[in-house]
């Protein structure tokens, strides 16, 4: 006789257990949420064996209800037929609930006190007359706008202190999306998928209110992520759907937090008696070469477990920007989703939130600390505290290591660039522009972009003016017209520059030389609105290459004449700079790494460039290119040092 049974969970080994991610409603479940009459019609929580919260609930593994904040709600009788009967799809359906015995919703003012006896109806008529909703979603709260109403907009920015950052737009389905921006196959799979992330797609003109990406090319896109998401969707038009959190600090996850912290933001709370165990901010996702590649690595998409060997237990910190922990364990290591930039005290404790509360899930006690090399980094100076040894890796090589780890590269030979803002060098330099060799699973360091002095430190991430005073420097080239990055170029020549060799801080002059952006108002800002204006097929600026420098001199005296086109030709000219050095080597296998590489107009022209050539290139995909995928490749550095 040949048989299973379903026996209790034991709580042994959880580290070993896959960590299970919050899934998107199903094709089923989102049926019978809009059959009128189904158990569940309407119903915001309704869910199965195949959707539905999972680590956004669980307090610990294994995975069953009685450890999930789904403890507090008793199945009924019909619930726990369904959870018992091994034919039904809501067989042994952790999150199972129906109206008579799971959690409820209710719309809130900002003193708590409940505003209609209809909360999702209220909610949607609050939203199409221009309100400001904060929606507690799958794992923290969110602010809903109309994305067609420009006033709306206007307030949630204003309210946020967000000027120009774009916001996402949740629709109710493809069709929807379709109307938004242009849908690629690849691009229509990652939108519908079971993780739901915010996908980047070339929008159409006119489609949205103008503030919701101003001056982009891409728009972030995203379906449902929970029954009550689609609820909204389908009973409004596009609605903007930004992270429910004041500037620099966490999403918050407990209602009575969202009406102190989000009550100058938000008229009403639509919330719900369900608790939030972990946060979890929104995956973001964009298709580059044919794929789907994360940025950020959050609900439905995280955490991952990737096979990595290490000798003892190590808890790898990542970076103070983009921050996102990881898990050494004996065979394999666990990266963490998104915490966020840890700048506020608040975001510094959401960190070691995210680490005690994965600590406490894998049951995993570290023996060791991983973390960069910034001592000014809070992850560095919180590993310093912890009265445990402490190993510090550098950063780009942890860029190139993060890529390696996951596609398993890490034993053959291959030329690598991590490109990104900043990041402290072995040499005490300000490195972005780095090129390693790779040979017998060892990196070695072997040179990158020419450096340039720049002063200001974080403050020229945001004034493109000092890295273009810097560059103009450098190269004896004089600016073009009065400008202000004649306010910089004395400090150049001072000890408060400091040499870097970083492509962002490139990209930031190039916007402030073509007037494109002068000024960020968040990370990144300038090389966006590059990236918006590039074309293919551009002629390249000449510069400098050999084996172990990119020399931009020449770039600049060329651009500094002729400014036409000037981001398309650009883009041309890193990616020529990237083959050259590639042709040079003989590299057969080239690796990208670091947050420049999250750039798609770049990255696909790399991509092609190299791959006409016959070169393989690695491409990060599951692991997001930026400092969200640092502490990977800390682990694996680390991992590769116990030989």
């Not at 929970?226 to 038009?237: D, E, N, Q, V």
């Not at 990266?335 to 005290?345: C, E, F, N, Q, T």
């Not at 990370?523 to 400098?544: C, I, K, N, S, T």
Request: with cysteine; proline share 7%; hydrophobic share 45%.
């Amino acid at each position: 006789r040949v048989g299973f049974e379903i026996v209790a969970s034991a709580a042994a080994d959880a580290g070993a257990l896959p960590l299970p991610p919050d899934l998107a409603p199903c094709d089923a479940c989102l049926t019978e949420l809009r059959d009128p009459g189904a158990r569940r019609h309407g119903y915001p929580f309704t869910s199965c064996a195949s959707c539905g919260p999972r680590h956004s609930i669980v307090h610990a593994l294994p995975y069953d209800r009685e450890r999930t904040t789904m403890a507090r709600f008793p199945l009924c009788a019909d619930c726990r037929r369904e959870y018992d009967d091994l034919g039904d799809r809501r067989h042994h359906a952790q999150p199972l609930a129906c109206p008579a015995c799971g959690p409820q919703l209710a719309l809130l003012d900002r003193a708590g006190r409940r505003v209609a006896d209809d909360a999702l109806g209220a909610a949607v008529t609050a939203l199409r007359r221009g309100a400001i909703v904060a929606l507690m979603g799958v794992g923290g709260f969110q602010l809903l706008c109309d994305a067609e109403r420009e006033d709306a907009v206007r307030a949630l920015r204003a309210r946020k202190r967000r000027p120009v950052k774009p916001f996402a737009v949740l629709v109710a389905d493809l069709r929807a999306a379709r109307r938004l921006a242009a849908v690629s196959p690849a691009e229509a799979e990652a939108l519908s998928g079971p993780a739901a992330p915010i996908v980047l797609l070339h929008g159409r003109s006119g489609a949205l209110a103008d503030g919701v990406a101003p001056g982009l090319a891409r728009v972030g896109v995203m379906l449902p992520s929970s029954p009550l998401h689609a609820l909204l969707a389908a009973r409004t038009g596009p609605l903007v759907c930004t992270s429910g959190n004041l500037h620099e600090e966490p999403i918050v996850i407990d209602p009575v937090e969202a009406r102190e912290k989000l009550g100058g933001i938000a008229e009403l709370f639509l919330v719900h008696d369900r608790p939030i165990a972990r946060r979890v901010d929104d995956a973001v996702v964009h298709v580059v070469a044919g794929r789907a590649r994360t940025l950020r690595l959050g609900r439905g998409l995280g955490p991952i477990s990737l096979p990595l060997k290490s000798a003892s237990p190590r808890l790898c910190t990542g970076g103070h920007r983009k921050n996102a922990p990881a898990f050494a364990l004996a065979d394999h290591v666990v990266l963490w989703p998104h915490v966020g930039d840890l700048d506020s005290v608040d975001a510094r404790a959401a960190f070691e939130d995210a680490v005690l509360g994965a600590g406490a899930l894998l049951d995993f006690t570290p023996r060791e600390i991983v973390t960069d090399l910034h001592p000014d980094y809070a992850t560095t100076r919180w590993a310093e505290a912890q009265g445990l040894p402490v190993r510090r890796v550098p950063h780009h090589a942890a860029h190139v290591a993060a890529c390696l780890a996951e596609h398993g590269a890490g034993e053959r030979d291959a030329l690598a660039f991590a490109w990104d803002g900043f990041g402290l060098g072995e040499d005490g330099a300000l490195w972005g522009g780095e090129t390693f060799t790779v040979q017998g699973g060892r990196l070695e360091h072997i040179g990158g972009v020419r450096r340039f002095p720049i002063s200001g430190g974080d403050a020229a991430a945001r004034d493109g003016g000092r890295a273009l005073a810097g560059l103009l420097a450098e190269a004896g080239v004089p600016s073009p017209w009065p400008s202000d990055a004649e306010r910089f170029r004395a400090l150049t020549a001072t000890r408060l520059a400091r040499p870097t060799s970083s492509v962002g801080r490139l990209f930031d002059a190039v916007a402030a030389l073509s007037g494109v952006c002068t000024r960020s108002t968040f990370e990144g800002e300038a090389a966006m609105r590059l990236e918006a204006l590039a074309e293919p097929g551009a002629m390249p600026y000449p510069v400098l290459v050999t084996r172990t420098e990119i020399d931009w001199r020449p770039t600049l005296a060329a651009m500094a004449r002729d400014l036409e086109d000037v981001a398309s030709r650009f883009h041309a000219t890193l990616v020529d700079a990237i083959a050259r050095t590639t042709e040079l080597h003989g590299a057969r296998l080239v690796a990208l790494g670091g947050g420049v590489f999250q750039n798609a107009r770049l990255t696909e022209d790399v991509s092609a460039t190299l791959q006409a050539r016959g070169v393989e290139v690695l491409l990060p995909e599951r692991v997001p290119p930026n400092d969200g995928g640092l502490a990977l490749g800390q682990a694996w550095l680390a991992s590769r040092e116990d030989r």
